[in-house]
Every structure is written in structure tokens, then in C-alpha cells.
């Protein structure tokens, strides 16, 4: 599985943001589909999971501000950051979890300024 994603950018605090991460394959049987993200200097986090059972669960930080949903028919996943906050810059990582094996994608840089 390729994972590509994108729009990430640069935005103010209190602004909003939604990443896609596209899929080179169908995502309606993949177990996981899932967002990290990694601030210079610190380890990866999890932000938000998406399952194929529709179980979503998110980071404590983020709850109430993001929101992850998937498109079957278009093989995507997005984020919806909203209420973004300087301390959410980072890389953010598109992840899927299929046949026990965990795919990546290249990241996607999101810049808050304050």
C-alpha cells in the first residue's frame, strides 16, 4: 500500500487545516487507517485512528479540535484540524495497518504561527 499525503501549509493560530492521505489501493478492507504526527525533537505521536469497524479514537490534545473520516470511494482519508495551536506544528504521518503489516506515508509539514 502507497500512502501519499498533502495539505499541510503554514496557518495562524485558531485556523484550520485538512489533510487527505491517498491510498494506491482500496481502503474499505484495510484494519487501520491513522494519522501521527513528530515535532523536531520529539518521538512520533498517535493523533487519530480510524478502523475498518469504524471505531475512531483520538490523541487527549487534539480531541474535540480534529477530526479523521474516510472517503471508500475515493481510497482517502482526511484530517480536519480546526482550533490549530503553535503546539500542533509538526510532520504529520498518514499510517494504515493491512495483513499485519504497517505502511507510511512521506509526511506532510503543518506549520502554526502565533
Known sequence: ???????????????????????SRSIFSINVMAWYRQAPGMQRELVA????????????????????????????????????????????YCNAVWNARAYWGQGTQVTVSS
Open 49 to 92: 485512528v480510524d478502523t475498518s469497524s469504524s471505531d475512531i479514537s483520538y490523541a487527549d490534545i487534539v480531541k474535540g479540535r480534529f477530526t479523521i473520516s474516510r472517503d471508500n470511494a475515493k481510497n482517502t482519508v482526511y484530517l480536519q484540524m480546526n482550533s490549530l495551536k503553535p503546539e500542533d506544528t509538526a510532520v504529520y
Open 1 to 23: 500500500v502507497q500512502l501519499q499525503a498533502s495539505g499541510g501549509g503554514l496557518v495562524q493560530a485558531g485556523g484550520s487545516l485538512r489533510l487527505s492521505c491517498a491510498a
